[in-house]
């Protein structure tokens, strides 16, 4: 187009403070998270103590700097602002956590899933050898074989000699007679 309007975008009627500032929600997750852990410290909380300790004496002591014209409001002022800043980062690192806490329980599902599915499959290899153990000739079996082997090898020699013992008897009988 002439005027140098392309015709992939949108228009849009006024731009928005979204469009002029692009946050990495990884980086204010990080920064949320930074902020709750500092909050959740003992170094916070002597800090906080030390500066509430120094502006009630400041404003109940030097009442001349008067800098708080009605005493404690801008302190109380300041822990509202605070509060209204801490409980959204806080609630922000909160859900960031139970994100990884989500995917942390899907990993160890998979991973059980993976155990088990292992285990059953260790398990039926396991029944598969007992079984092909049970198969398997024990001493006993092959001595009864060798056993049985011997007689029916015993027998036959016995029916082999008296077979041949009867053709001799019959050959002898007909070479007298």
């Given at each position: 187009m002439a005027d140098g309007r392309r015709l992939d975008v949108p228009r849009g009627s006024a731009r928005s403070l979204g469009s002029y500032l692009r946050l990495d929600p990884d980086a204010v997750g990080r920064f949320a998270e930074g902020i709750a852990r500092f909050l959740g410290t003992?170094?916070?909380?002597?800090?906080?103590?030390?500066?509430?300790?120094?502006?009630i004496a400041l404003n109940v002591l030097a009442v001349r700097l008067q800098w708080d014209p009605y005493p404690f409001i801008l302190l109380n002022l300041a822990f509202s602002t605070q509060a209204a800043y801490a409980a959204p980062l806080i609630l922000l690192a909160q859900n960031r956590q139970a994100d990884r806490d989500r995917v942390q329980a899907e990993e160890d599902r998979a991973r059980a899933a993976q155990t088990r599915?292992?285990?059953?499959?260790?398990?039926?290899?396991?029944?598969?050898?007992?079984?092909?153990?049970?198969?398997?000739?024990?001493?006993?079996?092959?001595?009864?074989e060798l056993s049985r082997l011997t007689e029916e090898s015993a027998e036959d020699v016995e029916r082999r000699e008296r077979k041949a013992r009867k053709k001799r008897e019959a050959a002898a009988r007909d070479a007298t007679g």
């Amino acid at each position: 187009m002439a005027d140098g309007r392309r015709l992939d975008v949108p228009r849009g009627s006024a731009r928005s403070l979204g469009s002029y500032l692009r946050l990495d929600p990884d980086a204010v997750g990080r920064f949320a998270e930074g902020i709750a852990r500092f909050l959740g410290t003992g170094r916070f909380l002597a800090v906080q103590t030390v500066v509430v300790i120094v502006w009630i004496a400041l404003n109940v002591l030097a009442v001349r700097l008067q800098w708080d014209p009605y005493p404690f409001i801008l302190l109380n002022l300041a822990f509202s602002t605070q509060a209204a800043y801490a409980a959204p980062l806080i609630l922000l690192a909160q859900n960031r956590q139970a994100d990884r806490d989500r995917v942390q329980a899907e990993e160890d599902r998979a991973r059980a899933a993976q155990t088990r599915a292992d285990t059953e499959y260790l398990a039926r290899e396991l029944a598969a050898l007992r079984v092909a153990i049970g198969e398997l000739a024990t001493r006993d079996f092959i001595r009864g074989e060798l056993s049985r082997l011997t007689e029916e090898s015993a027998e036959d020699v016995e029916r082999r000699e008296r077979k041949a013992r009867k053709k001799r008897e019959a050959a002898a009988r007909d070479a007298t007679g």
